[in-house]
């Protein structure tokens, strides 16, 4: 999951100094520098600009993510070493067609899609839209999107059932029962991540990159959980992760997961769907980032960071760092200027200001710097 469920310890959470997790140390510049993996001197789209990519920041808080865990992060090099699509060989599992001499992962795939499946009801007007995180996905990864038909789930009583109407209206849904946990006094309902994951991996198109299942549902993975946002099962390409605590207006206990406070701190309803959209798009593109061999950077501050609570998820930026952008034009084979000019757009759209405006920088900063060492 993309960070703990409940806090390690109910001891007063901001210190003045608040250690690494044991064994771990910042890297230096020079080691970020050679994680990215194109020697001394990076390209201008890849070059670690300060302004534009800070270091990391040091935990504040005992349940910060890298105050719990020790991660040995991953350079460039390693992931070209580790990461399956890019090999000779293909996936296992996978029924699609393979050409093993591709460069990239367009390339050994090409029928391949990243198929997304709603799961559950997104009636509520503040609720991210199928089509909208299907495009911030596509742009992202330059890669095709498929959404899915959306699965039905049914609350009976004090369980849930997934109704998987893929088959079509004529042929009958074969219902399956949820592993769930209820709370009679609230009317709270939280799924188990696990019960799900094995729906998809059973569900799972032919021409699938991966299927990520996206809900409004509350999850939990083991008892003493208060919740968790989701979980990738990465060698089945399947992961199922959940928008419902992205609310800006909705406080949750750090006791009892069925606890549920709402609050007024936004200004109205645009705004709270503006910022629910953007949280799930840094949430999906993270997770769906690790299905295709990402791993937690630990190199810059960036959208690949780990989390190890829900305030410093929402802290972290929406970019990638040099390190995990270079993997990923590597792996999916695109120019990075043209899919800022096109994330850039739905930003814009969306009214996301902030973001928009590190765009533009960034590539005003990139055009400039690749005309200044143009010959004349």
């Known amino acids: 999951s ?57 935990p504040t808080s005992i349940d910060d993510w890298l105050a719990q865990y020790n991660e040995t992060g991953q350079t460039f090099k390693q992931f070209l070493d580790d990461c399956p699509w890019l090999s000779r060989r293909k996936w296992k599992y996978m029924k699609q ?12 795939y090409p029928d391949g899609v990243i198929c997304l499946l709603p799961i559950g009801r997104f009636d509520d007007v503040t609720a991210p839209s199928s089509a909208d995180l299907a495009e911030y996905v596509r742009l992202f990864f330059c890669l095709p999107v498929q959404v899915l038909p959306a699965v039905e789930l049914r609350q009976e009583a004090d369980t849930v059932v997934w109704i998987d109407k893929k088959g079509g209206d004529e042929e009958e849904p074969r219902p399956v029962r949820l592993q769930c946990r209820f709370d009679r006094a609230s009317g709270s309902t939280q799924l188990t ?3 799900i994951l094995t729906q998809l ?4 198109p032919d021409n699938a990159l991966c299927l990520i299942g996206f809900t409004m549902s509350d999850l939990y993975d083991t008892k003493p959980d208060l919740f968790v946002a989701g979980m990738a099962s990465g060698n089945r390409r399947v992961g199922v992760f959940s928008f419902y605590r992205y609310h800006p207006t909705l406080t949750f206990s750090t006791e009892f997961w069925y606890e549920i406070h709402s609050s007024v701190t936004v200004a109205d309803e645009a705004e709270t769907k503006q ?22 950077c ?7 960071n780990g989390s190890g609570h829900i305030a410093e998820d929402f802290k972290q930026p929406m970019f990638l760092c040099p390190v995990d952008l270079h993997k990923l034009q590597t792996l999916c084979g695109f120019d990075v200027v043209s899919r800022y000019q096109g994330m850039l757009s739905f930003f814009v759209k969306h009214k996301m200001t902030e973001e928009a405006k ?19």
């Open 275 to 296: 910022i629910v959209l953007q949280r799930s798009c840094k949430l999906i593109v993270h997770e769906i980032a690790h299905l295709m061999g990402v791993d937690h």
């Open 2 to 58: 993309k960070y703990s469920s409940m806090p390690k310890s109910k001891r007063e959470k901001k210190a003045k100094i608040v250690p690494y997790a044991k064994g771990f140390h910042p890297r230096s510049s020079d080691q970020s520098l050679e994680a990215i993996g194109c020697g001394v001197v990076p390209s201008p789209e890849l070059l670690p600009t300060p302004d534009h990519f800070p270091a990391i920041p040091d």
């Open 193 to 195: 991540v696990h019960s």
């Open 201 to 204: 991996k059973q569900s799972i």
């Open 97 to 108: 067609r393979f050409v093993p001499s591709g460069s990239n992962i367009r390339e050994k």
């Open 358 to 376: 590190w765009l533009q920088r960034r590539i005003a900063f990139i055009t400039s710097t690749q005309r200044a060492h143009t010959p004349k």
């Open 298 to 304: 630990i190199w810059f501050s960036c959208c690949m």
